[in-house]
């Protein structure tokens, strides 16, 4: 089960670029929340407390219960904008979710068995080609992360996707068996495999 937040809310009777600044300068964010085949809906959320949410990791992974003008609105963050110059939360849009909604979303790749991998352990070098992976999921089972084991790779070996497990029901987005991380080697491993190949004797030839 994904995690979950509650965030209060209200209703914003007016919108626009005044009405926002004037938010702002009140400590709140303008927000929209759409989908779910409704109209859209102009909130206003709290900074600090959004800002608080967003820097703690999995802001756009996990669903978030809306407590708007007393009713509660399951949503899952789909955008947000940040102030260039002051880095403040700026805007926020959200989408409507319930227990059927399939969304889309980026999920952070984490990689175990970094202490056995005999390519490290000969000063090879983990080489990240996917920090995150785009599935298709349901949004009530969106996985904190995923795991992918690189304790059997030696240098020159890779894991891909197929060899990671994935949520019930979860499908890829981008298809293809493409590789998650490869263990290359580093300059004093390359120049240990170069000794080692030239101590090792040379095969007579055949009569």
Known sequence: MAQTYELVASLRDRVGKGSARALRREGKTPAVVYGDKQPPLS?????????LKLHAGGFMTHVATLKVDGKEIKVLPRDYQLDPVTDTLVHVDFIRVSDTTKVTVNVPVHFVGQDKSPGIKRGGVLNIAAHEVALLVSANAIPEHLTADVGALDIGDAVHISAVTLPEGATLVDHGDFAVA?????AAATSEEAADAAAAPAEEPKA
């Not at 490869?182 to 580093?186: A, D, E, L, P, Q």
Request: charge should be negative; hydrophobic fraction near 45%.
């Open 43 to 51: 909130i206003a959320v709290d900074t600090k407390e959004t800002f």
């Open 182 to 186: 490869t263990i290359v080697g580093s």
